[in-house]
């Protein structure tokens, strides 16, 4: 399985914006970025195909969050802009070696999430 490390996670006002990344140990995979926050389910943000060129957003992120990828460095970010208290959550990184989907049981290995904490 493919071993993957997130970052980027930290405190962040109302409306500002943050940077996730995760490096993974091989690129041949669709990513996908989850998040979950106190009390709920893990629930789908973003996911990018393995060349980068069809990316797929959950209705409350689109418009503010942008997934890409850079597979010479093996990393795939998650630009986060006009962040809401309701994005507090942590944030975990996954990948599959299946087609791209928003379904997390398609996904085979998980890093261990960083945290992204909104302020209102």
């Known amino acids: 399985q493919v071993q993957l490390v997130e970052s980027g996670g930290g405190l962040v006002q109302a409306g500002g914006s943050l940077r996730l990344a995760c490096v993974a140990s091989?690129?041949?995979?669709?990513m996908g970025w989850f998040r979950q926050a106190p009390g709920k389910d893990r629930e789908f943000t973003a996911s990018?195909?393995?060349?980068?060129?069809?990316?797929l957003y959950a209705d409350s992120v689109k418009g503010r969050f942008t997934i890409s990828r850079d597979n010479a460095k093996n990393t795939v970010y998650l630009q986060m802009n006009s962040l809401k208290p309701e994005d507090t959550a942590v944030y975990y990184c996954?990948?599959?070696?299946?087609?791209?989907?928003?379904?997390?049981?398609?996904?085979?290995?998980w890093g261990q999430g960083t945290q992204v904490t909104v302020s209102s």
């Open positions: 996954a990948a599959t070696r299946r087609l791209i989907t928003t379904d997390p049981l398609a996904y085979d290995s």
């Open positions: 990018v195909n393995f060349s980068g060129g069809t990316t």
């Open positions: 091989g690129s041949r995979y669709a």
